[in-house]
């Protein structure tokens, strides 16, 4: 019998802010496992392939307002991160701040 994996111990190590700021990441980081887990059956990140992200900000982000697209690309690049992958994903440059600021 495994344990459930633990987002807020992965990520613990890479989050900083606010304590709000610390839990919309996590919050995003589970959506994101979830949908991943369940298209992909990889339960962990660190399972993850750039196509299963990629994946999600294609095709579960789509129709999301702008800063909700942006927020969780934060939180993709806060995953990066703690893998320690040099994903970069060019085509989503063009998501604006929620102040309009690039």
């Excluded at 344990?3 to 919050?27: I, N, Y």
């Excluded at 962990?44 to 702008?66: D, M, N």
């Excluded at 994903?89 to 604006?96: A, G, K, L, M, V």
Aim: charged share 30%.
């Amino acid at each position: 019998m495994s344990k459930p994996f633990d987002m807020e111990v992965f990520l613990a190590g890479v989050l900083t802010g606010s304590r709000a700021t610390r839990q919309r990441h996590l919050r995003q980081a589970k959506i994101i496992q979830v949908d991943i887990a369940e298209r992909w059956q990889r339960e962990t990140p660190w399972g993850w392939q750039r196509k299963h992200v990629v994946w999600f900000l294609e095709h579960r982000l789509k129709g999301r307002s702008g800063s909700s697209q942006y927020y969780y690309l934060l939180t993709i690049r806060l995953l990066a991160r703690r893998l320690e992958k040099p994903w970069v994903f060019n085509r989503y440059q063009e998501i604006r701040r929620p102040d309009g600021r690039p």
